[in-house]
């Protein structure tokens, strides 16, 4: 069978996803998250007419002649701090001193700033008249009370959660983090930290896409590396799959007689094994596990090829679930430093570094090692660059497609 292009299998992947269904969270969780529902503030902002400035509220008529040369000279019957609640209001002829935020009393209309007067107690002298309304914030005029604080599909920052608790909300509805249980397999593979037998490696591709689930704005709920036992690796991704959103698994994928993944699931019919055309990462394992239908990756097992796959595939399906979007987050175009030879009829995605031009632009040079067992180049790229399938040969100076890191 012909393989089946990166689109193509990415538009299954995407095919039936939706967002996961709201949770609501404390404002300290929500930061990165997706709001679910529009929310409308339960207060003005400002809650209250209140000062600009540290000065004194007086009324305007009273010190509209005010000059350096001949000043007016009124008491200050009140000292208003933030946070107090004016207890009488300011007479003609009377001036309140009043500090920023706090609540303007009721009788004066424009405050004086605290550098136009001689700062006096219990008189003041104005030395500049000041028109009315001068700094005074009034009530409501950044957002009245039921105005809109987020929207629905907002990808809340630090400035949506600091209006959201301006406006009276200590909880969100967002899209939740999708949980998700990364599952190294392959009978090789040693805990990182314990020491190797001949034949042994490292597992680097739990940590690996548990990071870069996490670095997505999944949460890792399971991380963990199985051997090839066809009983062991079965009875783990049921238990997964009735608690977690995703599964993914790296290895056992391909042709190998001990392709557990693949030998395992395969027999059940609800994921497909299909090879793509793309380098690396051409066995590709995708389809829905267990009566809760959890999105499930079979990813290959050379490390390049995982990371390579999650970016392309994986990512796009947890922003998906996340309520991000576009799920296919944009691309940045970038010339080439070094000419780069791409296979026909796939999708080549060569790790590269890349430099800033001067005029703002993007320069990229491929690592060394495009072969997808270079974990060392793969940590020294700063961007996947996307080799269209026709395109055999590029020349520096030529344009490419890339996802930064
Ligand atoms: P597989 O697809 O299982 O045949 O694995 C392909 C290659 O990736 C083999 O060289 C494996 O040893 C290697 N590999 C598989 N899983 C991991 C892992 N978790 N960490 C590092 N290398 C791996
Ligand atoms: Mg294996």
Redesign the pocket.
Known sequence: MADRTVAEHLAQVLAAARPLPPVVVPLGEAAGLVAAMDVASRVDLPGFDNSAMDGYAVRAADIAAATAQAPVRLPVIADIAAGDAPSRPVGPGEAARIMTGAMVPAGADTIVKVEDTDAGMPFVSVLVATSLGTSIRRRGEDLPEGGPVVAAGTVLTARHVGLLAAAGHAEVAVRPRPKVAVV???A??VAPGNPLAPGQ??????H?LAAAVDAAGGHTAYRG?IG?HADDVRDLLDRLAADVDVVIT?????M?V??V?KAVLRERGEVGFVTVAMQPGK?QGFGRLGERGVPFFGL????V??FVSFEVFVRPLLRRLMGLEPAVAPTTRMRLAAPLRSPAGRLQIARATVDRTPDGGWVATPVAGQG??F?ADLAAADALLLVPAEVTHLQPGDEVDSILL
Do not use: C, K, Q
């Open positions: 190294s397999t392959g090789e593979l490696i490292h597992d680097s591709n739990s690996l590396s090839d790296s290895g056992g994928v391909s190998g001990h392709d993944v066995p290959p097992g050379n490390p090829s995982a997808s067992h974990v």
